[in-house]
């Protein structure tokens, strides 16, 4: 079993930065495609960013040129990298580890950004 624990949530200023960490225990979180997802009052979850096998990664729309999501060599985290935020990327964020169809999941991590 894989253990992930965000944080790094929290209230921020419309055009301000945050930065999201999730510490995974239990396994390398390296052997797994990593990603972030955001679920917003009243809405689906979807898709943030997401790192693959090596370096690749991919951005939803809404966040590309702004959040940069990286897993640093020698650490069992994964960060997401959030700058000039808007009131749209208000929600709770979740870090998922995927391999071979299975998933696993965080609680999340609430982020309000303010206008």
């Known amino acids: 079993q894989m253990r992930l624990v965000e944080s790094g949530g929290g209230l921020v200023l419309a055009g301000g930065p945050l930065r999201l960490s999730c510490a995974a225990s239990?396994?390398?979180?390296?052997?797994?495609?990593m990603g972030w997802f955001r679920q917003a009052p009243g809405k689906e979850r979807e898709f943030v960013a997401g790192?693959?096998?090596?370096?690749?990664?991919k951005y939803g729309d809404s966040v590309k040129g702004r959040f940069t999501i990286s897993r640093p060599s020698g650490k069992n985290t994964l960060y997401l990298k959030m700058n000039s935020v808007e009131p749209e990327h208000t929600g709770v964020y979740y870090c998922?580890?995927?391999?071979?169809?299975?998933?696993?999941w965080g609680k999340g991590t609430l982020v309000t950004v303010s206008s």
């Open positions: 998922n580890a995927a391999i071979r169809g299975t998933n696993f």
């Open positions: 790192v693959i096998a090596g370096a690749t990664t």
């Open positions: 239990g396994r390398n979180l390296r052997n797994y495609a």
